[in-house]
Structures are given as C-alpha cells and as structure tokens.
C-alpha cells in the first residue's frame, strides 16, 4: 500500500485549498482513510476520517464545517477540501490507511506530508 499526499502550498487567511491523497495497492471499499495534520511544534491530530463501503465521515470539533472529505473510488483518490482556512491550520498534513472499514483510529500505511501554510 502507498499513499501520496498533494495539494499544499501558501494560502491567504480566508482561503481555501483541496488536498489530494492517492491510494494505491488499497480498495477504499474496504477500509476507511484519514487526514491528520502537523503543526511545528506539534503532535500529530486526526482531523477527518471516511469510512469504507458507507462513507461515513468524521471531523475534528475544530475542522467541522469547514473541512470536507470525499473520495472517489475509481480514481483511487482522497480528497480535503478546506475552507475558511485560518493561519492555525498551518500545517503538514498527511493521509493514512485505516486498518478496519471504518475510522477505528488503527492507521496503518502513511503518505508522506503536504505543507498548507495559511499566511497573508
């Protein structure tokens, strides 16, 4: 299993940005997938999750209504969308590969990082 995380870069406060994660050697049908962030200094936080088969989503308190997770299986791609971003969410953000169909927290196989800064 790989995953390769995309899509960040400088964004002005306000902005928004869609991450990319590509999945390879991994049915989305079968496990659930998350995104977690970084921030220098910081442990690592999930902040969002997509479940197998349902596609059930969840969100850290602090993303909700503002982060979006979505996938699209045929393409074998994970996505966040982020709105309203705030310089807080300045982070590197990864995606990872859940263990079980849905957001156990048992994450197995990492990408590697994407750097969202928020700055003006």
């Known amino acids: 299993v790989q995953l390769q995380a995309s899509g960040g870069g400088l964004v002005q406060p306000g902005g928004s940005r869609t991450l990319s994660c590509v999945v390879s050697g991994f049915n989305l049908d079968l496990g659930a997938v998350g995104w977690f962030r970084q921030a220098s200094g910081k442990e690592r936080d999930g902040i969002a999750c997509?479940?197998?088969?349902?596609?059930?989503?969840y969100y850290a308190d602090y993303v909700k209504g503002r982060f979006t997770i979505s996938r699209d299986n045929a393409e074998n791609m994970v996505y966040l969308q982020m709105n309203s971003l705030k310089p807080e969410d300045t982070a590197v953000y990864y995606c990872a590969t859940d263990r079980s169909r849905l957001c156990r927290g048992d994450y197995e196989y990492w990408g590697q990082g994407t750097l969202v800064t928020v700055s003006s």
């Open positions: 997509i479940s197998g088969r349902s596609q059930t989503t």
